[in-house]
Every structure is written in structure tokens, then in C-alpha cells.
């Protein structure tokens, strides 16, 4: 199975920063995307920034030139960059990656794994 791990999340005044990281283990043969997504209570878990293998990104509008999401290939890492932020910000961030992965037998499969979240509250 793959394992992500996420951290970077906190209490942050409106108008700060703040940089989530989540890291992807296990027998991983290959990462095809991963993707930050953000959920609050009550509402559905929405798409924040997806970036593939050949480094395209994309990003919901309400985040476009605040949100900056960044991959280290090598160790299947994933980075968002979140700068100006607002209180309408405020969620439980979650890290999706999608690819393939060997089992105990080396057969190779399909996978798509989602971190445990991490909560980020920005303050007015």
C-alpha cells in the first residue's frame, strides 16, 4: 500500500503564509498526479491544485495567484504554497496521489491514496 504522510498545517493571521508538504511511501512504481484538496464541515471536499507527472498544474479559481503547488519527483513529495491567505481558507487540507504500485507479490496495480489531513485556520 502508499502511505501519505502531510504536515505544514497551523493557525495563521489573514494575510500570511503557510507550506504543506506530503510525502509518499510504500512500493511506489510510479506517481501519476497529486493534488491538494480541502474540505469543511458540512460541505464536500473540493480541489485546491492537482499537478501531474509532466509538471502541468492547475488550480481552483478562488486560490489562482495565492495557492503555488510544487513537486519533488525524486521523493515523491508534494508541496502548496499559500500565500495571502484568507479566513474563508480555513479547512482540513488533504494530499491525494494517484499511480501505481507494486504488492507483496510484485504484481503491479493501480492506487490512489489520501493523506490523514491537516488543519489549517486563518484568522481575521
Known amino acids: 500500500q502508499v502511505q501519505l504522510v502531510e504536515s505544514g498545517g497551523g493557525l495563521v493571521q489573514a494575510g500570511g503564509s503557510l507550506r504543506l508538504s506530503c510525502a509518499a511511501s510504500?512500493?511506489?512504481?510510479?506517481?501519476?498526479?497529486m493534488g491538494w484538496y480541502r474540505q469543511v464541515p458540512g460541505k464536500q471536499r473540493e480541489l485546491v491544485a492537482g499537478?501531474?507527472?509532466?509538471?502541468?498544474?492547475n488550480y481552483a479559481d478562488s486560490v489562482k495567484g495565492r495557492f503555488t503547488i510544487s513537486s519533488d519527483n525524486t521523493n515523491n513529495t508534494v508541496y502548496l504554497q499559500m500565500n495571502s491567505l484568507k479566513p474563508e481558507d480555513t479547512a482540513v487540507y488533504y494530499c491525494n496521489a494517484e499511480g501505481a504500485h507494486r504488492d507483496e507479490n510484485r504484481y503491479v496495480h493501480a492506487f490512489s491514496s489520501w493523506g490523514q489531513g491537516t488543519q489549517v485556520t486563518v484568522s481575521s
Open positions: 510504500g512500493s511506489i512504481v510510479a506517481i501519476g498526479a
Open positions: 499537478i501531474i507527472s509532466g509538471g502541468s498544474t
